[in-house]
């Protein structure tokens, strides 16, 4: 199994909803990310767990909220987004190998996240 | 600092003719770099990397990519087309001396459109 799986596909949330983005792998990959992806742009990095701890996190606002509750599973909730938020929020993982870099990520196909 | 400059928006190609997709990078000391493309509605799939050795690396689906190293670029490259090459292809790079993080920086992405 090399696939990451998002879910939802798409989401439409007002600005004062809760909702949580899921994504899954079972490639046993120890890095797992969270990249947001606006319209004809590159996908911009947001947040790294490694060995479910959370090392990165690129100055994202609080009203995203990452969470690594194990290896294989990686969520995103959100509470009080803004409609700049919209984007396409991709998940990725790799395996990390001490001493040799591993950026071979494998990509989820994404939520298209609308917010009104 | 790293960085990756994609110069090209788009490229278009007739179907069966070489193709080249540019990229320049900025790293402070060897890069790692690498290529993925995006088909519609899809997460990133990885094309090929370069870290070291051969400057000519090969990768999925008929793709290869040039480590010039004085001219500080990886242009990726094929040698016939397929109009199921169309998609939006993206350069990254990642610099191994920089401390803390460990991500990659995507460049803006590049259109090839492949006509019949």
């Known amino acids: 199994d090399t696939e990451v799986t998002q879910t939802p596909k798409h989401l439409v949330m007002g600005m004062t909803n809760k909702k949580s983005l899921k994504c899954e792998q079972h490639?046993?990959?120890?890095?797992m990310y969270w990249y947001k992806q606006k319209a004809k742009k590159p996908p911009e990095l947001m947040f790294v767990?490694?060995?479910?701890?959370?090392?990165i996190n690129e100055s994202v606002p609080s009203r995203f909220s990452p969470e690594c509750p194990n290896s294989s599973l990686l969520n995103l909730h959100l509470h009080a987004l803004q409609p700049e938020d919209s984007a396409l929020y991709l998940c990725a993982s790799s395996q990390p190998q001490a001493g040799i870099p591993n950026e071979k990520l494998f990509f989820g196909s994404g939520t298209q996240l609308s917010v009104l | 600092a790293q960085s990756v400059a994609q110069p090209e928006d788009q490229v278009n190609v007739a179907e069966g003719n070489p193709l080249t997709v540019k990229c320049t990078y900025s790293v402070s000391g060897n890069p790692y770099l690498f290529w993925y493309v995006q088909y519609p509605n899809r997460g990133l799939q990885f094309l090929l990397k370069y870290i070291t050795g051969d400057n000519l690396v090969k990768g999925s689906y008929g793709f290869e990519a040039e480590f010039n190293k004085s001219q500080t670029s990886f242009h990726l490259k094929k040698p016939s087309a397929l109009v199921s090459d169309s998609a939006l292809y993206f350069c990254?790079?990642?610099?191994?001396?920089?401390?803390?993080?460990?991500?990659?920086?995507f460049g803006s992405g590049t259109r090839l459109q492949v006509q019949p």
């Open positions: 767990y490694s060995y479910e701890k959370l090392s």
């Open positions: 490639m046993g990959h120890r890095a």
């Open positions: 990254a790079v990642r610099d191994p001396k920089a401390t803390g993080r460990r991500a990659l920086s």
